[in-house]
């Protein structure tokens, strides 16, 4: 075969510097065209020898403003550490690189470039040659993406990345104050750890939708933290998506709503107390007049029937039905403060001391209790009924703690709550307070019991055995007392409740007179019965005919006046009168009376809660009030106790009655 290689040496030649030729022609134009400066320096003197445009439009030079000079004589590059320690390192390492360098052009806008110069060999020669490249927009972007992540890392939310398979990949400052997890104990780690377990199911069914492309809207759960405690979180999940579309994981964003949860639970509590208040005080005047009837009749029927009667055991029961009907209606209104307080200087010692015998009896047997008293017990003011109601209602759910038997301590004590042990006591106050505490050796209370005893009708004990308002009607009172309660319970070792009352400077508490064992009271005056409901005024008059006192009785408050002008015989040395009546009301009907006769004593009687009560004026000083139901026991005394402060004097202003009853008519 004949080879036809051209091997003439010149047609070699020339073919070589035709190459050539075109080599640099794509040089050249790869030069002029590239979107990176390029400058070209001499390797002794630094000088640029040539330029693209793409540099020159870049700084805002022309072409001749630039060539021959050095690139510390350019006004973007006068503070580049090359000029003359640049070249000396290119002239012995051939190489330099500044990865952000900040410029300002000619037309002073700012840039920053990243600025590379090689040495290398051009035909004979050696020659300098600079990249810059403008990477303005990309620290611009860099920066903004820097702003954003400090924005993730430093949310007060909890920002967690996870893989589809629910492995952690991300986790912020956010989260690692609301799981307690640092990033180190949880990246890499299953999701998991974070939820109850019967939370993670609800998760897994949640992540399938995610991850098959579906929106999720934000939801409530609950999560778990480091130290085992639950929170109720706000979550919010986004898929995080690949190049090609696939979703690959997810972004979970949670807000802690504990506060928010607990906020929305008093405010439940809040508008269940208005309700409860509402039928509370709609119930209690009419059904105060039922039970004060059967309370008032089970004592008549209980003393007419004597100590050996076979039906006592029956009248008694009656009675102690009503009363604990009584003592709910009181409950109820006590919780949705529907009770105006009347707080009292006291010593809390008097008060445990004059109820030893009541709670003893309460409590049975089978339980021993053991009062311990504080020694020189500072005072407190608080109103001495709710202080009894309070005390009840412990030493009741102690004894119910206590089925097979224990025992139970009531002690006071002085305590100063400073700085110092705020923190041990939250709530309690900073100062003097007295600590009244109730201990018991029963059954204790789980964790959840604890988180809901305080609310309304809440109750562990069985149909029947309770109504919830126990625990409910305790912290209300110590509220009223701007007092704080404390729980300590745990199974098996029983229950301790620490009461702080803040104390009071006074000398002297004020003291309430007991009322002595013996014969009921008896008397001869005349006395008229104003009360609109029949039973209630029948009741009132029998109790007062059986101790000897003359009755006349009334339908309403313009009866009451006709009867008290019409009547002739021995004169009216009290009026008993409800409060709240059709026609004419007690207190406009005393008013009148009292202007004929200034002597007269006035008993306002009411089954309506208190603040309604105060819009009628009878709960203001000096007025003499008896609450239904009341005992036989409890009017006689009361009346008797009224008649014995002066004696009644028949005022001579009877003849212009007619006058008084017209104007009232008008």
């Not at 809040?270 to 039970?291: M, R, T, Y």
């Not at 004597?306 to 006590?334: D, W």
Request: hydrophobic share 40%.
């Amino acid at each position: 075969m004949k080879n036809t290689a051209n091997t003439n040496p010149k047609a070699i030649e020339e073919q070589m510097e035709e190459k050539v030729r075109a080599s640099e022609l794509s040089y050249h134009g790869l030069f002029e065209a590239a979107k990176d400066g390029i400058l070209i320096l001499e390797v002794k003197t630094g000088r640029i020898t040539d330029v693209n445009p793409f540099l020159f439009s870049l700084l805002g030079f022309t072409r001749s403003e630039m060539i021959g000079k050095t690139v510390g004589e350019l006004s973007p590059f006068k503070d580049l550490e090359s000029n003359k320690i640049m070249l000396d390192r290119l002239q012995k390492e051939g190489y330099v690189r500044y990865e952000d360098l900040p410029l300002e052009t000619q037309n002073g806008r700012h840039i920053a470039v990243e600025f590379v110069c090689n040495v290398y060999q051009a035909g004979e020669s050696e020659v300098i040659q600079c990249n810059i490249r403008d990477i303005t927009e990309r620290k611009a972007a860099e920066k903004e993406r820097s702003k954003l992540a400090a924005i993730i890392e430093y949310s007060e939310d909890a920002i967690v990345g996870k893989t589809a398979s629910g492995i952690i990949i991300g986790w912020n400052h956010g989260a690692e104050r609301l799981y307690g997890y640092s990033a180190e104990e949880i990246i890499g780690r299953s999701v998991s750890v974070l939820f109850p377990p019967e939370k993670y199911q609800e998760y897994l069914g949640i992540m399938k939708e995610v991850l098959g492309g579906k929106p999720v809207p934000a939801f409530d759960t609950v999560r778990r933290r480091k130290d085992g405690v639950l929170i109720n979180v706000t979550v919010g999940i986004t898929q995080i998506e690949a190049i090609d579309s696939e979703i690959i994981g997810a972004t979970k964003n949670s807000h802690d709503i504990t506060r928010i949860k607990k906020l929305e639970a008093q405010f439940i509590e809040a508008q269940k107390l208005e309700v409860i208040g509402h039928l509370a005080s709609g119930i209690a005047h009419d059904f105060n007049n039922i039970l004060a009837v059967i309370t008032g009749y089970s004592d008549l029927l209980t003393e007419k029937l004597g100590a050996k009667s076979p039906l006592r055991q029956y009248s008694e029961e009656i009675k102690l039905a009503s009363e604990r009907a009584a003592g709910l209606t009181r409950q109820l209104l006590v919780f949705s403060r529907k009770q105006t307080v009347h707080p009292v200087v006291l010593d809390l010692n008097a008060a445990i001391e004059e109820m030893d015998k009541m709670l003893r009896q309460l409590i049975g047997e089978n339980i021993e209790m053991t009062m311990v008293p504080g020694k020189d017990i500072w005072l407190v003011k608080a109103d001495p009924g709710y202080v009894g109601q309070l005390l009840m209602n412990l030493v009741v759910n102690a004894r119910d703690a206590m089925p097979n038997g224990g025992k139970l301590t009531i002690e006071t004590n002085n305590v100063v709550i400073d700085e110092s042990r705020a923190g041990k006591h939250p709530g309690a106050g900073i100062g003097k307070q007295v600590v009244l505490t109730l201990k018991d050796t029963g059954t204790g209370m789980t964790d959840e019991v604890k988180a809901h005893m305080f609310e309304a009708f809440f109750t562990t004990k069985p149909p029947g055995k309770g109504t919830g308002l126990g625990l409910a009607t305790c912290r209300t009172i110590i509220e009223q007392c701007n007092g704080h309660i404390e729980v300590f319970s745990e199974i098996g070792k029983g229950t301790t409740f620490k009461i702080y009352f803040p104390s009071v400077d006074q000398l002297l508490p004020i003291l309430v007179s007991p009322i002595e064992p013996g014969p009921l009271p008896r008397g001869t005056e005349t006395v008229l019965v104003v009360e609109d409901d029949q039973s209630v005024r029948h009741l009132a008059r029998d109790i007062l005919e059986m101790q000897g006192y003359e009755v006349l009785s009334a339908s309403n408050g313009q009866d009451g006046l006709q009867a008290a002008y019409a009547h002739k015989g021995q004169p009216i040395s009290l009026v008993i009168t409800d409060v709240v009546m059709p026609v004419l009301g007690g207190k406009p009907m005393a008013e009148w009376l009292k202007t004929t006769y200034p002597s007269i004593k006035i008993l306002f009687t009411s089954g309506y809660t208190d603040d309604a009560l105060a819009s009628q004026g009878v709960l203001e000083h000096e007025v003499e009030f008896l609450g239904k139901p009341y005992a036989p026991v409890a009017l006689v005394r009361r009346v008797r106790e009224l008649l014995d402060q002066k004696a009644s004097i028949r005022s001579p202003l009877q003849t212009d009655a007619e006058e008084r009853l017209d104007a009232l008519h008008s």
